[in-house]
Nanobody, 122 residues
């Protein structure tokens, strides 16, 4: 089993920045990729970004160019740097991890964090 704990959410003004962290513990050797999803009120959960063990990255269409995913393998931690935030970025952001990168593109891998709320508002 893998446990994922997100941190770094909060209230930020439009145009501002936040960095989310996701710390993994437990059977981290089983993780091949980590990802961030988000779910806004009344909307379906959407894929934000993926990073593989080898450092390959993928971004959802709505955040490309503004968000950057990174990973510190020594700390078993993934990060999501969010810049130029917009009100439509308001959502609960979830960390996701697991074996199958393919699963990351089709709804999510095995393990989920509880989420951290990001609110973009003036």
């Amino acid at each position: 089993q893998v446990q994922l704990v997100e941190s770094g959410g909060g209230l930020v003004q439009p145009g501002g920045s936040l960095r989310l962290s996701c710390a993994a513990s437990g059977s981290v050797f089983s993780i091949n990729a980590m990802a961030w999803y988000r779910q806004a009120p009344g909307k379906q959960r959407e894929l934000v970004a993926i990073i593989t063990n080898s450092g390959g990255t993928y971004y959802g269409d709505s955040v490309g160019g503004r968000f950057a995913i990174s990973r510190d393998n020594a700390k078993n931690t993934a990060y999501l740097q969010m810049n130029s935030l917009k009100p439509e970025d308001t959502a609960v952001y979830y960390c996701n991890a697991g074996r199958s990168v393919v699963a990351a593109f089709t709804g999510g891998m095995e393990y989920w964090g509880k989420g951290t709320l990001v609110t973009v508002s003036s």
